[in-house]
């Protein structure tokens, strides 16, 4: 095993009510009061107050950590709290920032400093606001964030504590641009430039569960880097899969000359999991045949509408169009459709169109990517309907 130099310097001695506090750390083999006072020290924030979020704060709250920065700019929503623990029922509409500091306070007390940073981060703001901690625990789920957050921790040479969670499966890992002994790896060096956005736990679901274990992992690896103890998942994935209760470890490489294929990266993992399914309509779309829906491929990589690997089909007589997109679909006059949200079809609590819709008729359910609307397509399934095809936005000029 080899340890990492701790990344906090003991900036004061831990003072007695706070030994009391942390007495099952000081009597750690190889941890100690000075491996706790490198956590009263430590200033980190963590991006995203969700799923992996809620248990990476509530661990390092209690573990002793002096400051924790949150950024989110989302409030609660019921069905966040199937897995976001942070939150509570009295918490809907609330921004999810501060849901998390009245938790977190109460959890720790007046020992514990919080900054709510209550915005989206992004390439104006990441590096300036990263700059006052000391590590960033990466949470989100677009891989938008995620880039971003490598960029800016890359150009300030912090270690970033990363993890994901979709379905069954999670994935953990660290990455630090100055890590010492030429360990040095990135987000991008082993995933490659910025993919399009995928599935996302919106569209295919989670269990709750899961995101305590990954988040949990992610404190683990949060409090090894902050006091140079145990051995940290730098050059590793650790891949979690709820259904055996099975931690695997995925070895990377650092990023060194090209190899022979050109693509500029090392040993690359598996595709991340745990996104956004934030895609829009695009302008440049190509016109279709008005009564034409694009079925996204089984084999495509993100399921956009509008790509070549779409299969275009004619909507089939009789069917109702679902849409569950973010933007309502453009529909040519005197379609059959209706407008519903996932959260509500999970409840049952459909659209009288849809309720009344004979249960051997053809239903279509889209959304702007093709992505959210399988999630739905699998629900009505459930619900009885034996002839549903998912797809992307009807496309109309």
């Known amino acids: ?19 009391r506090r942390a007495a099952r750390h000081l009597l750690l083999d190889g941890f100690g009061p000075e491996a706790q006072a490198r956590l009263a020290g ?17 661990y390092l709250a209690a573990a002793g950590v002096g400051t924790l920065g949150i950024v989110d700019d989302d ?12 939150h509570g029922v009295d918490d809907a509409g609330r921004p999810k920032t501060t849901s998390a500091t009245d938790t977190l306070r109460a959890l ?21 606001l990263l700059a006052g901690y000391d590590l960033v625990v ?10 971003t957050v490598s960029a800016a921790a890359a150009a300030l040479g912090m270690p970033v504590v990363w993890g994901t969670v979709l379905g069954w499966d999670g994935q953990v890992a660290v990455w630090w641009s100055a890590a010492p002994d030429g360990r040095a790896l990135t987000y991008p060096d082993v995933f490659g ?7 996302s736990c919106e569209t295919v679901g989670v269990l709750g569960p899961a995101c305590g274990a990954v988040g949990s992992a992610m404190a683990v690896e949060a409090v090894k880097l902050l006091t140079g103890t145990g051995d940290v998942a730098l050059g590793r994935i650790l891949v979690y899969d709820a259904r055996t209760s099975a931690w695997d470890t995925i070895p990377l490489t650092s990023p060194g000359p090209p190899p022979a294929s050109g693509d500029g990266h090392g040993t690359r993992a598996a595709r991340p999991v745990g996104v956004d399914d934030s895609g829009r309509p695009g302008s440049d779309i190509p016109r279709r045949d008005p009564r034409t829906v694009v079925v996204p491929r089984s084999d495509a990589t993100d399921g956009g509408a509008g790509t070549d690997g779409d299969l275009a089909v004619r909507l089939p007589d009789g069917a109702l169009v679902v849409d569950v997109g973010r933007l309502p679909a453009r529909l040519p006059a005197g379609t ?3 407008r519903a949200e996932l959260e509500a079809l999970a409840a049952g609590d459909l659209p009288p169109a849809l309720a009344d819709h004979p249960p051997d008729a053809p239903v279509v359910v889209v959304c702007e990517r093709g992505l ?6 699998a629900l009505l399934a459930d619900l009885g309907w034996s002839d549903v095809t998912p797809a992307g936005h009807l496309l109309f000029t």
Do not use: C, W
């Open 1 to 19: 095993m080899t340890s990492l130099p701790p990344l906090v310097p003991v900036r004061e001695p831990l003072p007695p009510g706070e030994r």
């Open 42 to 58: 430590a200033r980190v924030v963590v991006i995203g107050a969700g799923g992996l979020g809620s248990p990476v704060l509530q």
């Open 75 to 86: 409030v609660v929503a019921p069905s966040n709290l199937q897995r976001q623990v942070l």
């Open 108 to 128: 720790r007390g007046p020992g514990l400093k919080l900054a709510e940073h209550r915005l989206r981060l992004d390439a104006a703001n990441a590096r300036e």
């Open 138 to 147: 990466d949470g989100s789920d677009t891989f938008a964030t995620r880039y």
């Open 193 to 199: 430039p910025q993919p399009p956005e995928g599935e």
């Open 336 to 338: 059959p459709a209706v």
């Open 372 to 377: 959210r609307s399988r999630g739905a397509a």
